[in-house]
């Protein structure tokens, strides 16, 4: 839950309009957060920005938040992106 409420603030801050974080949920080993875009491309500097940064939080290494991996797809006319996270 700790880690769980630390992306959803962190992200639900930073995203603004035109991504939409769907999800973040965490179990003991992994970590993933659904996110959906209008048009893919439009907001992928702010988008790809916001990801290095959310690396950077302090709290990212008590976490235990490690390797990421990304799945995007078209769904419904929007861009679904999902993160995962493990966790060390």
């Not at 801050?13 to 048009?39: F, K, P």
Request: glycine content about 6%; hydrophobic content about 35%; aromatic content about 10%.
């Amino acid at each position: 839950p700790q880690t769980e409420s630390a992306l959803t603030s962190f992200l639900g801050s930073q995203l603004g309009s035109g991504i939409e974080l769907l999800e973040a949920d965490c179990r003991t080993d992994l970590c993933e957060i659904s996110l959906v875009q209008a048009n893919e491309g439009e907001s992928d500097a702010k988008f790809s920005d916001v990801m290095k940064r959310l690396r950077q939080q302090p709290w990212w290494d008590s976490l235990q938040l490690d390797q990421e991996t990304q799945i995007s797809t078209w769904d419904d006319g929007r861009f679904v992106t999902i993160h995962y996270f493990s966790r060390k």
